[in-house]
């Protein structure tokens, strides 16, 4: 356990994301004042806010002097500046402790993006970002390059959407074929719930109907059908909902419909053909992995030949738009593995490809009952994820989006490549938050962006009894949101 101790409470939960960093397995507290420690602890850091400056050192357990000491000068009261000031601090103390750096340096964040997009907007030039992510945040090269790539491409992509009078429906269908070992989103075992996947749908229905008629007049940019596993549902009943959504929206500035087919285990042919004849045209079809044993491990069902399978069976139907996932930091996985799935994956030539860093949530299975899996290994480098970057680039794609999640493997991040013009668009438009999107279904949630750029939203029930019983509510929250 790393214990750390403040005079007062202020930027806890920046110094908290920072030290977990930088020490992922660990255990880490942060408390004020002087509290004795309940635990063993591998060192101790402590904060001292003074009336000019701050102090920061790390010691030892066992230790009378420290090891590292800083001493900062600030003014509190830009508390931006003190911010950065502070998480540099961390930064060089955790870095001379541990002997390693982060490739995203103090950024803890989950969009990265944001801080290049923002400079370029405002008209400031490449080499006065590049030396701002270093100076202020340590940011390695590699990270610099890639996040400016990423904004120029969002820019470019979003100055072709109605932003202020625009956007974006999200439908989550929550059911899957199986529990993924590291998944943390609200899904429920098709098993357990097919008898009441109709009952599910006729809410959903009247949510999809409320939404259609309170945005009627304005522009629907994209949809996006996710979930869980969206194509548990049958061929009729996917049918049926995407024919709901092209009867009721006016669909004339719809510029993407995806739906997340992603478990190939899940995929029929009765049922990418109801997507097609609908109007579909985008579609995920999601490996995670190309190599078996893993599947296994981490609850999927399918094997790498069904992948492969699936894939093909899409383009002879005519999906010319087909996005694959994958996860580097797997379970037992290599450097070898992640290029052989990588080398597989460049033979099938998907439109485009998003290449997750494994994040464990504190839902997931794989955190809840640690003590099964504690024989597992995990492995993610930064020339794992160099290997991701070079098959995307020889398949032709180019990054457009990036994120970050807590707890990733190796302090990454998740990255969305593409082959020009066949990028995401909701992806980039859910990431920047530029757009409304009214969000049905059991565990979405819809986000109103104001013309200022403030954002308030509103969640639906996870529970799927919950929301079918309690559906005019769920409605009544949207009137709400959007009424206002």
């Given at each position: 356990?790393?214990?750390?101790?403040?005079?007062?409470?202020?930027?806890?939960?920046?110094?908290?994301?920072?030290?977990?960093?930088?020490?992922?397995?660990?255990?880490?507290?942060?408390?004020?004042?002087?509290?004795?420690?309940?635990e063993?602890?591998?060192?101790r850091?402590v904060?001292?806010?003074?009336?000019?400056?701050?102090?920061?050192?790390?010691?030892?357990p066992?230790?009378?002097?420290?090891?590292?000491?800083?001493?900062?000068?600030?003014?509190?009261?830009?508390?931006?500046?003190?911010?950065?000031?502070?998480?540099?601090?961390?930064?060089?103390?955790?870095?001379?402790?541990?002997?390693?750096?982060?490739?995203?340096?103090?950024?803890?964040?989950?969009?990265?993006?944001?801080?290049?997009?923002?400079?370029?907007?405002?008209?400031?030039?490449?080499?006065?970002?590049?030396?701002?992510?270093?100076?202020?945040?340590?940011?390695?090269?590699?990270?610099?390059?890639?996040?400016?790539?990423v904004?120029?491409?969002?820019?470019?992509?979003?100055?072709?959407?109605?932003?202020?009078?625009?956007?974006?429906?999200?439908?989550?269908?929550?059911?899957?074929?199986?529990?993924?070992?590291?998944?943390?989103?609200?899904?429920?075992?098709?098993?357990?719930?097919?008898?009441?996947?109709?009952?599910?749908?006729?809410?959903?229905?009247?949510?999809?109907?409320?939404?259609a008629?309170?945005?009627?007049?304005?522009h629907?940019?994209?949809?996006?059908?996710?979930?869980?596993?969206?194509t548990?549902?049958g061929?009729?009943?996917?049918?049926?909902?995407?024919s709901?959504?092209?009867?009721?929206?006016d669909?004339?500035?719809?510029?993407?419909?995806?739906?997340?087919?992603?478990?190939?285990?899940?995929?029929?042919r009765?049922?990418?053909?109801?997507?097609?004849?609908e109007?579909?045209?985008?579609?995920?079809?999601?490996?995670?992995?190309?190599?078996?044993?893993?599947?296994?491990?981490?609850?999927?069902?399918h094997?790498?030949?069904?992948?492969?399978e699936?894939?093909?069976?899409?383009?002879?139907?005519?999906?010319?738009?087909i996005?694959?996932?994958?996860?580097?930091g797997?379970?037992?996985?290599?450097?070898?593995?992640?290029?052989?799935?990588?080398?597989?994956?460049?033979?099938?030539?998907?439109?485009?490809?998003?290449?997750?860093?494994?994040?464990?949530?504190?839902?997931?299975?794989?955190?809840?009952?640690?003590?099964?899996?504690?024989?597992?290994?995990?492995?993610?480098t930064?020339?794992?994820?160099a290997?991701?970057?070079?098959?995307?680039?020889?398949?032709?794609?180019?990054?457009?989006?990036?994120?970050?999640?807590?707890?990733?493997?190796?302090?990454?991040?998740?990255?969305?490549y593409a082959?020009?013009?066949?990028?995401?668009?909701?992806?980039?438009?859910?990431?920047e938050?530029?757009?409304?999107?009214?969000?049905?279904?059991?565990g979405?949630?819809?986000?109103?962006?104001?013309?200022?750029?403030?954002?308030?939203?509103?969640?639906?029930?996870?529970?799927?009894?919950?929301?079918?019983?309690?559906?005019d509510?769920?409605?009544?929250?949207?009137?709400?949101?959007?009424?206002?």
């Open positions: 356990m790393i214990a750390v101790k403040l005079n007062r409470a202020d930027f806890e939960y920046d110094i908290y994301s920072l030290v977990k960093a930088f020490f992922p397995a660990e255990e880490v507290t942060v408390s004020v004042g002087e509290k004795a420690d309940k063993a602890i591998s060192f850091i904060t001292n806010y003074l009336q000019d400056r701050f102090e920061v050192w790390l010691k030892e066992q230790e009378d002097t420290p090891k590292h000491k800083l001493s900062v000068e600030t003014d509190f009261s830009d508390r931006k500046e003190t911010k950065n000031r502070l998480k540099r601090a961390y930064y060089e103390i955790l870095s001379n402790y541990s002997k390693k750096t982060l490739p995203w340096g103090t950024l803890t964040g989950i969009r990265p993006v944001k801080i290049p997009m923002g400079f370029l907007k405002e008209g400031k030039d490449e080499a006065q970002i590049r030396r701002y992510m270093k100076e202020t945040h340590f940011v390695s090269d590699e990270k610099i390059k890639l996040s400016m790539d904004a120029k491409r969002e820019l470019a992509l979003l100055s072709r959407l109605d932003c202020e009078t625009g956007y974006s429906l999200y439908i989550g269908i929550p059911f899957c074929p199986s529990a993924c070992l590291y998944c943390s989103f609200t899904s429920y075992p098709l098993s357990a719930w097919e008898s009441r996947i109709d009952e599910y749908l006729e809410a959903l229905s009247r949510e999809i109907l409320f939404a008629g309170y945005f009627k007049g304005k629907l940019n994209a949809v996006y059908i996710g979930g869980g596993t969206p548990t549902l061929a009729a009943q996917l049918k049926r909902l995407v709901m959504v092209f009867e009721h929206f669909m004339s500035h719809c510029l993407e419909f995806t739906v997340e087919a992603g478990r190939p285990d899940s995929i029929t009765e049922k990418l053909l109801a997507l097609k004849e109007g579909v045209t985008r579609i995920s079809i999601n490996p995670q992995t190309m190599k078996d044993d893993t599947l296994k491990i981490i609850g999927r069902r094997t790498a030949k069904q992948t492969e699936q894939f093909y069976l899409a383009r002879s139907l005519g999906f010319d738009n996005n694959m996932d994958l996860i580097a797997l379970p037992n996985e290599t450097l070898f593995d992640v290029t052989h799935t990588m080398q597989k994956i460049a033979a099938l030539h998907p439109d485009n490809l998003t290449v997750h860093s494994l994040a464990l949530k504190r839902a997931a299975k794989l955190s809840m009952f640690r003590e099964e899996y504690q024989d597992l290994t995990f492995e993610n930064q020339e794992t994820i290997v991701t970057a070079d098959y995307a680039k020889q398949m032709g794609m180019e990054p457009y989006y990036l994120y970050r999640q807590k707890n990733m493997a190796g302090n990454f991040e998740n990255v969305g082959t020009e013009g066949k990028e995401g668009i909701y992806n980039v438009l859910a990431m938050e530029k757009q409304t999107v009214i969000a049905c279904g059991a979405s949630i819809s986000k109103r962006v104001y013309p200022d750029g403030s954002v308030k939203r509103c969640e639906n029930v996870k529970d799927v009894t919950q929301y079918i019983g309690r559906i509510e769920m409605i009544e929250r949207k009137r709400q949101l959007f009424g206002g």
